[in-house]
């Protein structure tokens, strides 16, 4: 399933929506105002939370948490040596992940033992940034977009 997200233009937080390939509106994010590192809701369009997104603050490498319920399911944290590139591990319910982006970080690829779950596209020449999303079949499509979020604010936080 291929979806497009979209970070918000004027807003004063951290702020995406996410659409599904015939342009509807299908997930929003929203992030919290003035606190202690990045803390985002992730909600379908009935506003139920699906996905809280927290940063781990004083912590040598990026480090995200992700609850779903108010229970721990995953963990995303930045690799600190890689050169000319990011990626990033995912300890999750789901299993455990790598995530390695291109020379530019414009492109990421998700995998569990080397079998490919995701394939995500920035954008290029756009005002905020903008992600296409690949998902293949038998994965939370939900979990997946919420882990690009987390991306996109370690590699392209402005």
Same mark, same amino acid.
């Given at each position: 399933m291929k979806y497009l997200i979209n970070q918000k233009i004027f807003s004063f937080s951290d702020s995406f929506n996410i659409y599904d390939i015939d342009g509807y509106e299908v997930y929003s994010v929203v992030g919290q105002v003035l606190s202690i590192g990045h803390k985002l809701s992730f909600r379908d369009m009935d506003n139920n939370e699906l996905f809280y997104i927290k940063q781990r603050v004083m912590k040598l490498k990026p480090t995200?948490?992700?609850?779903?319920?108010? #229970?721990?399911c995953c963990t995303i944290s930045k690799r600190l040596f890689t050169f000319f590139h990011c990626a990033?591990?995912? #300890?999750?319910?789901y299993g455990d992940m790598t995530v390695k982006g291109n020379v530019l970080d414009h492109d990421y690829t998700f995998k569990i033992n080397e079998k490919e779950l995701a394939n995500v596209s920035k954008k290029w020449l756009s005002i905020k940034d903008k992600y296409v999303v690949d998902i293949s079949d038998n994965i939370d499509n939900a979990f997946i977009l919420a882990a690009v979020i987390v991306l996109d604010l370690c590699c392209h936080d402005n």
């Open positions: 995200y948490e992700i609850y779903k319920d108010d #229970n721990l990033f591990d995912i #300890n999750s319910n």
